[in-house]
């Protein structure tokens, strides 16, 4: 009879329906979202004494950097979250195709290495591209 493939029919409906569903980004983590908030702050305060020695603070780039990694290999295991991951590693990895640091690792970097003080405006530019959101959950 006509009927017999109908429930056939409807399990495929429902298998297309659901898998069409699926969301295209990560859900929403607020444990994620509130340790990544913390280590911005954490990020801009720390980079604000960056005219400062480094030594003087190393202990805390360090601390941060550790952090930042941390919450980064946590977000290369979430499904669908391949924005949140493009974002941390414009932070933190190197770019062969432009021979640039990480937006973060950059900065700590050029801090430790600066035998003068680094420019107030310096610092000023570096803090923005992170506080404009580039570090994301």
């Known amino acids: 009879s006509i009927l017999r493939p109908l429930p056939l029919l409807l399990a495929f409906a429902l298998l297309g329906f659901f898998t069409a569903c699926k969301p295209s980004s990560a859900l929403y983590d607020a444990a994620t979202f509130s340790k990544t908030t913390d280590l911005k702050a954490k990020t801009i305060k720390l980079m604000e004494k960056g005219t400062e020695s480094y030594a003087n ?58 035998t003068t003080p680094l420019t107030k405006f310096y610092v000023s530019e570096k803090r923005k591209k992170v506080a404009e959101g580039s570090m994301k959950f």
């Open 57 to 114: 603070h190393k202990t805390e780039a360090e601390a941060v950097l550790k952090e930042a990694n941390t919450i980064y290999e946590q977000q290369k295991k979430r499904e669908n979250n391949a924005l949140s991951v493009q974002q941390w590693k414009m932070m933190l990895e190197a770019d062969a195709a432009t021979n640039t640091d990480g937006i973060l690792t950059g900065f700590f970097k050029e801090w430790e290495n600066a």
